[in-house]
């Protein structure tokens, strides 16, 4: 038997402005609330709302099909304060109970690599949240972007967990199928997931290539290759971002009719069955330990944290950032701790990045700047106000605690 593991990121930053080195002491308005406004109008009416309906109407009418989601926090707040209508759709998805919520970091942050205190924290708000808009617990985590090592298993597990979800990644699976269940080295009970990146992608990148030897892709087509690990794997799980649907791959893509079409397609074999990542660890034992002291992600062929943290100018920032937090939360100053907190979401670091590889449009895609360097500027402008709102809070700052202080 095969179970089809559908999982879907649902995420939006609040992106920078660019904030100019005169506006430091005399704005602190940071954020872009035209273009993050724009934004998520545009994504609402070309994929989560279109998408949530398609999904609601596959779940009335193919009881077997099931489905899964991880909304950050930020998301979720824009949500709220854009569209609420959103949220109601995603609401009536959950209402179903054929829709799993996972949790993650409430602000979609590099937090576990700079601060346990802080991801822990950031976790924490991420569960009271979805409790607070879906009446829901999450019993499974994910990672920002499939970050992914045994440290991070071995939190999860701490923290209440049963499951976590990974990226398939070739050199750490070896002889191994991304299609089993898997244990973390580090942990007792808690079991992995892993994405299978060939089957998503297949779907998230490929389908609209025109110049990809299996294009077109069919409902039928993409069936049979799932049939085909029937008897080498227990589960096909395919982990991808929400926005796959209406806005990387148009509707004139023909995105939606097939995923209109590949539920009943899939079930046309009697041996595949959909589950949610809750349902495929309670079905499966794990097949094997693995055992990742790296951290890997599920982000561009390197699979690695090189998005984010590839260059000086990302290193720097990252530093700043983290390096006056005792600071901030210091200053019991509710709109100082959002701030500093909002940059801590992981796109900013993304935006900064100046890979070049087959895949790097994807750092372009919804990014507000002309170029990494912009981004660099304008978030370290916004860091350096930052550093004074808290000194004028405070009244002094341990230099050791942010280098900044001496611009």
Same mark, same amino acid.
């Given at each position: 038997?095969?179970?089809?593991?559908?999982?879907?990121?649902?995420?939006?930053?609040?992106?920078?402005?660019?904030?100019?080195?005169f506006?430091?002491?005399?704005?602190?308005?940071?954020?872009?609330?035209?273009?993050?406004?724009?934004?998520?109008?545009?994504v609402?009416?070309?994929?989560?709302?279109?998408?949530?309906?398609?999904?609601?109407?596959?779940?009335?009418?193919?009881?077997?099909?099931?489905?899964?989601?991880?909304? #950050?926090?930020?998301?979720l707040?824009?949500?709220?304060?854009?569209?609420p209508?959103?949220?109601?759709?995603?609401?009536?998805?959950?209402?179903?109970?054929?829709?799993?919520?996972?949790?993650?970091?409430?602000y979609?942050?590099?937090?576990?690599?700079?601060?346990?205190?802080?991801?822990?924290?950031?976790?924490?708000?991420?569960r009271e949240?979805? +409790?607070?808009?879906?009446?829901?617990?999450?019993?499974?985590?994910?990672?920002?972007?499939?970050?992914?090592?045994?440290?991070?298993?071995?939190?999860?597990?701490?923290?209440?967990?049963?499951?976590?979800?990974?990226?398939?990644?070739?050199?750490?699976?070896? +002889?191994?199928?991304?299609?089993?269940?898997?244990?973390?080295?580090?942990?007792?009970?808690?079991?992995?997931?892993?994405?299978?990146?060939?089957?998503?992608?297949?779907?998230?990148?490929?389908?609209?290539?025109?110049?990809?030897?299996? +294009?077109?892709?069919?409902?039928?087509k993409?069936?049979?290759?799932?049939?085909?690990?029937?008897?080498?794997?227990?589960?096909?799980?395919?982990?991808?971002?929400?926005?796959?649907?209406?806005?990387?791959?148009?509707?004139?893509?023909?995105?939606?009719?097939?995923?209109?079409?590949?539920?009943?397609?899939?079930?046309?074999h009697?041996?595949?069955?959909?589950?949610t990542? #809750?349902?495929?660890?309670?079905?499966?034992?794990?097949?094997?330990?693995?055992?990742?002291h790296?951290?890997?992600?599920?982000?561009?062929?390197?699979?690695?944290?090189?998005? +984010?943290?590839?260059?000086?100018?990302?290193?720097?920032s990252?530093?700043?950032?983290?390096?006056?937090?005792?600071?901030?939360?210091?200053?019991?100053?509710?709109?100082?701790?959002?701030?500093?907190?909002?940059?801590?979401?992981?796109?900013?670091?993304?935006?900064?990045?100046?890979?070049?590889?087959?895949?790097?449009?994807?750092?372009?895609?919804?990014?507000?700047?002309?170029?990494?360097?912009?981004?660099?500027?304008?978030?370290?402008n916004?860091?350096?106000?930052?550093?004074?709102?808290?000194?004028?809070?405070?009244?002094?700052?341990?230099p050791?605690?942010v280098?900044?202080?001496?611009?």
């Amino acid at each position: 038997m095969v179970s089809v593991c559908f999982y879907f990121q649902v995420h939006q930053p609040y992106r920078l402005r660019k904030y100019s080195i005169f506006e430091i002491n005399e704005n602190h308005d940071y954020f872009d609330k035209v273009k993050n406004e724009e934004v998520f109008h545009k994504v609402a009416k070309k994929c989560y709302l279109p998408t949530n309906q398609l999904l609601l109407d596959q779940l009335n009418h193919v009881p077997e099909f099931k489905i899964s989601y991880s909304l #950050s926090g930020v998301f979720l707040d824009q949500a709220k304060k854009f569209d609420p209508s959103v949220i109601d759709s995603f609401r009536k998805l959950v209402d179903t109970g054929r829709t799993e919520i996972l949790d993650e970091t409430y602000y979609h942050s590099l937090s576990f690599l700079y601060s346990k205190k802080e991801f822990i924290e950031q976790v924490k708000m991420h569960r009271e949240l979805v +409790w607070d808009l879906f009446a829901y617990k999450p019993k499974v985590f994910r990672n920002t972007e499939l970050i992914y090592s045994n440290e991070v298993a071995y939190y999860a597990e701490k923290m209440g967990y049963k499951g976590i979800l990974a990226e398939g990644v070739d050199h750490v699976l070896g +002889w191994r199928s991304p299609n089993f269940v898997y244990r973390p080295r580090t942990a007792e009970s808690i079991a992995l997931l892993l994405k299978n990146y060939k089957l998503s992608d297949d779907i998230a990148f490929r389908f609209s290539n025109k110049n990809w030897t299996e +294009w077109p892709l069919t409902a039928d087509k993409f069936a049979h290759w799932v049939n085909n690990v029937n008897g080498s794997g227990n589960t096909v799980n395919l982990f991808m971002d929400y926005e796959t649907f209406g806005e990387h791959q148009w509707e004139d893509t023909g995105i939606f009719d097939f995923m209109r079409a590949m539920p009943r397609k899939i079930l046309e074999h009697p041996d595949n069955d959909f589950k949610t990542p #809750s349902e495929v660890i309670d079905c499966y034992e794990p097949m094997d330990t693995l055992d990742i002291h790296n951290i890997i992600s599920w982000a561009d062929l390197e699979r690695d944290l090189s998005a +984010w943290l590839g260059n000086k100018m990302q290193h720097e920032s990252i530093h700043e950032l983290y390096a006056i937090e005792e600071a901030v939360k210091k200053t019991n100053d509710k709109n100082i701790i959002e701030d500093w907190r909002k940059l801590t979401t992981s796109d900013h670091f993304y935006y900064m990045c100046t890979k070049y590889f087959s895949d790097g449009d994807v750092h372009k895609y919804f990014n507000p700047y002309d170029s990494p360097y912009d981004a660099f500027i304008a978030f370290m402008n916004a860091m350096t106000d930052l550093v004074q709102r808290v000194k004028k809070v405070s009244g002094k700052l341990d230099p050791k605690e942010v280098k900044i202080l001496g611009k």
